[in-house]
């Protein structure tokens, strides 16, 4: 069954962990995003290198799904030329915003429990956190990146997620991005 955002935030809650809130299970099925979730959230939010936010169920508590997310950003070194970079970033600014990078918001980690899976929870968590950065962004941000997992591009390409560089095709996972300014604020 297909969730819509209105039917998610009947039942659910995104709220972001705080310093002494922790999960203490999750099953996505992938070892690594069950771990960080449940041990390693916590310290990368005390370090402040990440902030983790989690959708849970109002009654119940139970988390389904959460993400991780920190700044990052696009710049020159990630091109495998200067023309490279060049081309992406005439198709993007004005000559007026040549900079030699752009800041950007990484989704460090983004994780569906099983028994949630297939129900637009992923799409719906993706609209949440661009929306954030365009209504409430508290300090520029014009992209979204994330290191996808091959299993989980089609995911990302779905949600209109493009591929920064094909230098990575060979890789485990392959830099992608959003452009912010394609959502209408």
Do not use: W
């Amino acid at each position: 069954m297909l969730m819509l955002a209105e039917d998610i935030l009947a039942d659910y809650e995104i709220r972001k962990l705080g310093l002494h809130d922790g999960v203490d299970f999750f099953d996505c099925g992938d070892d690594d995003l069950n771990d960080f979730i449940v041990n390693d959230a916590p310290l990368y939010r005390k370090t402040l290198l990440a902030m983790t936010y989690v959708l849970r169920n109002k009654n119940t508590g139970k988390v389904i799904a959460y993400f991780s997310v920190a700044n990052d950003r696009i710049s020159i070194k990630d091109f495998p030329t200067n023309t490279d970079f060049n081309r992406f970033r005439k198709h993007k600014f004005v000559n007026e915003k040549r900079l030699k990078s752009y800041p950007a918001i990484k989704i460090c980690r983004l994780g569906i429990d099983c028994s949630a899976q297939g129900q637009q929870i992923g799409t719906f968590l993706i609209d949440f956190i661009g929306t954030m950065f365009v209504t409430d962004n508290r300090s520029g941000c014009r992209f979204i990146t994330v290191d996808a997992y091959n299993q989980a591009i089609p995911f990302y390409l779905k949600n209109n997620f493009a591929f920064l560089s094909s230098e990575d095709e060979s890789q485990r996972t392959r830099l992608m991005y959003f452009d912010l300014a394609d959502i209408d604020d």
